[in-house]
Nanobody, 119 residues
Framework: QVQLVESGGGWVQAGGSLRLSCAPS????????MGWYRQAPGKQRELVAR???????NVADSVAGRFTISRDNSKSTVYLQMNSLKPEETAVYCC?????????????WGQGTQVTVSS
């Protein structure tokens, strides 16, 4: 059974930092593009950052320079380092796993971890 388990969320004051982790199980991690998305109350889910198996990244303009996505293929874990957090970035942050091709498997999502940034 595939599971994407996120951790590292919590409460932080504006300007603070958090590091999220996601450790999928049951998938060939090195064949998946990993991503972080977030959804604030009343808003649509939005991409935060994605990283390929070879560590090529794309990061949303709104977080560029403050958030860093990385992965450790030896540990099958993807990270999201979030610095200089803003209150408007309060949201549920979810990890995603997108296969490089349909032959590899399907897309999976984690349950999400709450990030609350207070002003």
């Amino acid at each position: 059974q595939v599971q994407l388990v996120e951790s590292g969320g919590g409460w932080v004051q504006a300007g603070g930092s958090l590091r999220l982790s996601c450790a999928p199980s049951g998938i060939p991690f090195a064949l998946y593009v990993m991503g972080w998305y977030r959804q604030a109350p009343g808003k649509q889910r939005e991409l935060v950052a994605r990283i390929s198996p070879g560590s090529s990244t794309n990061v949303a303009d709104s977080v560029a320079g403050r958030f860093t996505i990385s992965r450790d293929n030896s540990k099958s874990t993807v990270y999201l380092q979030m610095n200089s957090l803003k209150p408007e970035e309060t949201a549920v942050y979810c990890c995603s796993a997108e296969p490089l091709s349909p032959r590899v498997g399907q897309e999976y999502w984690g349950q999400g971890t709450q990030v609350t940034v207070s002003s």
